[in-house]
């Protein structure tokens, strides 16, 4: 009877992994060549710092020239207007990240997804590789958003470590692929 149990938990802790993997597009990590300048283009499609619904979901996207830097994509699945200036704040471990925006001056995009009839809300900050390893390598987290008259804070889950849908994984997977082995 034990081991029954036992290799029912099993599959249903490789069954949730599978459908991670299957059925979610957060965490997708894409590379290509630029038509432009012929420079290598890596993008990671957003993925959740934790689970629940109106928390903003966080990608990554770099080009060759950025060198040691990327652009953290910060996502809204709501019409959000973001602060203008101010900037990110993450705090990995006890050490305080601070992200500024790419542009400063705008309150960040909207597009309207058809697919899941939501307005998008997207704001750039450019972020270090030695901040995106802090982040993938950590072991307790959170950030606060700046939205034009509030903000929010939230947690980075670190629990979901092998899951493609939350921060860390691919996080770690993007890393490599621009950089080289996270060790």
Known sequence: MKNIIIIML????????????ALSRRGTISTDIS????????????ALANHGAGYPEFGLYWEGKYGDHARLVVQMKR???????????VIIDGDKLVLKPVQPSDFGGLAYNPIIRKNISEKDFIITKKQILKIANGKEGGYRLHLLRTYIDGDINYSYQNYKTYLPK??????NIVWGNTK
């Open 10 to 21: 099993l599959t249903l802790l490789s069954a949730c992994a599978t459908l991670d993997a």
């Open 35 to 46: 038509k432009f300048d012929k420079s290598k283009v890596v993008k990671m499609t957003p």
């Open 79 to 89: 019409a959000a207007n973001f602060s203008r200036s101010e900037s990110l704040e």
């Open 170 to 175: 691919p996080f770690k997977e993007f890393y």
